[in-house]
């Protein structure tokens, strides 16, 4: 096998056999979408989809000293996390710049499981071997051992009771489970990417194909489809989170993103980024750096990531996400812009596209929020 030929899922077979259009996605072959994108999008607004998430990177860190690894490697306070539960986190560079956003499982006492982006999965293992120096603690590559469907919808919680005895009802959004759905063994994850009710199940990659196969059926009453990443991207752009390389890049700080809350300055010890970041952050109190904001087209005009945001004539900022929104019947865009320029309702704000500047309405991040 060449190094240029993409990776395969445990479930590639299944998706060709659906009809899927599949593409290179940070060297995996991935289902990019079965049928119509807007249909697949509109299914896990109102019903269900299917993902197949398999080219997320897994990597296992355990030992008496994993969660001192944890802590010094990533900026959030990974040792306050409690066990069967979850959170969002970042690893940065010395220099404070973003590497990748994480989550990160407690699974035990002394055992953590890092999930990073496709893209990023080997710097991020990388950087853990490298900082785990001095740590009675082993960092593992796990990526090969999970396959991991996500179930995301408002139907998907009755979906998944149907097929597990796990309990559901007390499993808190960013938590996780050891359970068995349709007779798999899996870790079940109330987590996804889409900004709707939903679950993540990470399970064996030979196990990956029967549990696919009973959440379609299970799901088949309520209107589950297959979904692709097509819609998984206007699904998050909606909700309005952050895609690394588009919203979050080595050139940014968590402080840059709007994201600062994720750095852990009062826990305890050194972390790397520690010295850089404190200084981003008084950097962004005085001086407030570009803001994510939200951007909804006037016109039909679609704007795209790298185009730039003007206002009278100058550019005041730079387009980093932009897709027709199947929600809101319209294109829609995330977009860093000057401060001045980043409050909703301001006037006079357009998007250079190709030439033209078409008008945009600034609005406040999500586009989208579900109803509880």
């Known amino acids: 096998m060449s190094s240029t030929e993409p990776r395969r899922t445990a479930l590639d077979a299944l998706h060709r056999s659906l ?27 109102t019903k269900a989809g299917l993902f197949d998430l398999s080219h997320m990177g897994e990597i296992t860190v355990t030992g008496p000293q994993a969660a001192a690894l944890l802590n010094y490697a990533l900026v959030g306070n990974i040792a306050s996390v409690g066990v069967g539960r979850a959170r969002y986190t970042m690893i940065c560079r010395a220099d404070g710049g973003i590497l990748d956003d994480l989550i990160v499982y407690r699974l035990a006492e002394t055992e953590y499981m890092v999930v990073a982006n496709a ?15 001095g740590f009675d603690a082993e960092v593992r590559d796990d990526r090969d051992a999970y396959a991991l469907i996500a179930v995301q919808g408002p139907e998907s919680p009755g979906i998944l009771k149907a097929l597990t005895d796990a309990d559901l009802d007390g499993l808190k959004y960013y938590a996780g489970l050891p359970g068995t759905v349709a007779g798999v063994p899996a870790l079940i994850a109330r987590t996804g990417y889409t900004g709707e009710d939903g ?40 909700a309005g989170m952050p895609l690394y390389g588009h919203e979050l ?9 709007g994201l600062g809350r994720v750095v852990k300055f009062e826990k305890e010890g050194d972390f790397v980024g520690r010295e850089a970041l404190t200084e981003a952050a008084a950097r962004a109190e005085s001086n407030p750096p570009r803001v994510l904001v939200g951007l ?14 003007v206002a009278g004539g100058e550019v ?26 980043a409050a909703p309702g301001t006037a006079g704000v357009g998007v250079d596209i190709r030439g033209s500047h078409e008008p945009y309405e600034v609005v406040a991040l999500p586009f989208y929020k579900r109803q509880k």
């Open 119 to 133: 893209s990023n999965a080997q710097v991020v293992l990388d950087a853990l071997v490298e900082r785990s120096a």
């Open 19 to 45: 009809g899927a259009t599949m593409t290179d996605f940070a060297g995996w072959d991935m289902p990019l979408r079965y049928g119509s994108e807007r249909d697949e999008h509109l299914a896990v607004r």
């Open 316 to 341: 005041v900022g730079e387009v980093t996400s932009g897709a027709p929104s199947p929600t809101l019947g319209k294109p829609i865009a995330m977009a860093y812009v000057d401060a001045a320029h």
């Open 296 to 309: 909804i087209a006037e016109g039909r005009r679609v704007p795209r990531a790298g185009y730039p945001v």
């Open 249 to 257: 890049t080595t050139d940014l700080t968590p402080f840059d993103a």
């Open 199 to 238: 679950f993540e199940l990470f399970v064996a990659p030979s196990d990956a194909e029967k549990l696919w196969q009973a959440l379609t059926e299970a799901g088949a009453p309520v209107g589950l489809v297959p979904c692709g990443l097509s819609c998984r991207d206007t699904l998050r752009l909606e």
